[in-house]
């Protein structure tokens, strides 16, 4: 099926790094995606990876992309409490798609100060 | 440029009345996606559009749904009648759709609607 599978809930304490982890179905998506959803508001990009790529890194996040396992993560470092919001994992659908994405149902990130 | 433009922000309506959502898309995006966001059901893609075309409607929960795209530039996501069972936040996103390219989805701030 297209599942795209995040874990529910993550909770760490400000200044310590954040990893969260998804899982995807389809080998051949050929950019995976993370975006931002804080409270009140619409999802936000937050960064991309391609597949041929294993890592990739801006500034406090890293994301590494293990296409043998299907699996992406996020790693935030220094978590600030404005880093707070939900997380969705997004892949692109098989091939014929036409531009739409598969949304995990998200990963709330609690940061206690 | 503005971003993608939802109204009403919130919508607060009585179950059996009609529901029209409205959204504007980014200047030169080509696609348009609706979704519905509850805690039950996480994050929904109700239909989608390229081109003013509609592509996939098959989240669209039942007949009561209906979303247009007049033109390349607005939509439509139209309730009737509303039911308790439809509130929820509703988003729409657009993008510039390029087959095997990154689609990046635009997301508007949603309209949170409320059945009473």
């Known amino acids: 099926g297209e599942d795209v599978e995040q874990s529910l809930f993550l909770s760490v304490r400000e200044g310590d790094s954040s990893v969260i982890n998804c899982t995807y179905t389809?080998?051949?998506?050929?950019?995976l995606y993370w975006y931002k959803q804080e409270p009140g508001a619409g999802l936000q990009l937050l960064t991309y990876i391609f597949s041929n790529m294993d890592m990739k890194q801006d500034q406090r996040l890293t994301v590494l992309l293990n296409k043998k396992d299907k699996h992406l993560s996020l790693r935030i470092a220094d978590t600030q409490t404005g880093d707070s919001a939900i997380y969705f994992c997004a892949e692109t659908p098989p091939s014929g798609s036409q531009g739409n994405l598969i949304f995990g149902k998200g990963t709330k990130l609690s940061v206690k100060p | 440029d503005a971003g993608v433009i939802q109204s009403p922000r919130h919508e607060v309506t009585e179950m059996g009345q009609e529901v029209t959502l409205r959204c504007k898309l980014i200047s030169g995006h080509n696609s348009l996606f609706w979704y519905r966001q509850t805690m039950m059901r996480g994050l929904e893609l109700l239909i989608y559009f390229n081109n003013n075309v509609p592509i996939d409607d098959s989240g669209m929960p039942e007949d009561r749904f209906s979303a247009k795209m007049p033109n390349a530039s607005f939509s439509t996501l139209k309730i009737q009648p509303s039911e308790p069972r439809d509130s929820a936040v509703y988003f729409c996103?657009?993008?510039?759709?390029?087959?095997?390219?990154?689609?990046?989805?635009?997301f508007g701030a949603g309209t949170r609607l409320s059945v009473l």
């Open positions: 996103a657009s993008s510039t759709t390029t087959q095997g390219a990154k689609n990046i989805q635009y």
């Open positions: 389809d080998s051949s998506s050929t950019y």
